[in-house]
């Protein structure tokens, strides 16, 4: 059965350093998203991503993340220098959504920034 | 952002018994409802989904039921089993943006 995967499943960089997080989702897949789940809370939408350009983006979202489709299967998010309060679970998540709206999560990466 | 509520954080079950996980929501723009299931250190894994112009979705053993007027909707696990113990995250989306507003999640814990 396919699935979304990502890589690395644990990161730990320091404070102010850039970090990508990569994904590659379901092959047939059209929508993308990203979201994080911080320690203890619920999990948050950060980024939708259809057509080769942003949908939809929360107020997380600013301007030190961007996201990309480098090519026809990887879909990355780029932290540009990260603080403390973004350790966090990151996930991606893909869809076809033609008539349903499920997501299809990844397992998730873990990001510690000290 | 409260937009979803779980108002329970946590559940205990006698295995072979009903589970019944409820979920809260204000928005009356979301027209799609997921359930999904989440283990420690995992993604989380869709399991049921319902429709707003439907009131009830069953696959198996996983039931989930819709009042649109009560702006609430619920999952039902029967017979509850030791394996379904782990955190359900209610979900809401609304078809003109397809991101998900999750819920805070209710930890389920089927005891043997």
């Known amino acids: 059965e396919p699935e979304v995967t990502q890589t690395p499943s644990h990161q730990v960089t320091q404070m102010g350093q850039e970090v990508i997080l990569r994904c590659v989702p379901i092959?047939?897949?059209?929508?993308f998203y990203w979201y994080r789940q911080i320690l203890g809370q619920k999990v948050e939408f950060l980024v939708s991503?259809?057509?080769?350009?942003?949908?939809?983006k929360s107020e997380i979202f600013d301007d030190q993340f961007s996201v990309e489709r480098p090519d026809g299967s990887n879909f990355t998010l780029k932290i540009r220098s990260t603080k403390l309060e973004d350790s966090a679970m990151y996930f991606c998540?893909?869809?076809?959504?033609?008539?349903?709206?499920?997501?299809?999560f990844g397992p998730g990466t873990r990001l510690t920034v000290t | 952002d409260q937009q979803v509520k779980q108002n329970s954080p946590s559940l205990s079950v006698q295995e072979g018994r009903i589970s019944i996980l409820n979920c809260d929501y204000t928005?009356?723009?979301?027209?799609?409802f997921l359930w999904y299931k989440k283990y420690p250190a995992e993604g989380p894994t869709f399991l049921i989904s319902?429709?707003?112009?439907?009131d009830k979705n069953e696959d198996g053993r996983f039931t989930v039921f819709l009042n649109k007027s009560a702006k609430h909707l619920s999952l039902h696990i029967v017979p509850s089993q030791p394996g379904d113990s782990a955190v359900y995250f209610c979900?809401?989306?609304?078809?003109?943006?397809?991101?998900?507003?999750f819920g805070q999640g209710t930890t389920l814990q089927v005891k043997p």
């Open positions: 998540a893909s869809i076809i959504r033609d008539r349903t709206y499920e997501q299809y």
């Open positions: 092959s047939n897949h059209l929508y």
């Open positions: 319902i429709s707003s112009i439907k």
């Open positions: 979900a809401a989306s609304s078809s003109n943006t397809g991101k998900l507003i």
């Open positions: 928005n009356s723009m979301f027209d799609y």
């Open positions: 991503f259809y057509n080769n350009e942003i949908s939809e």
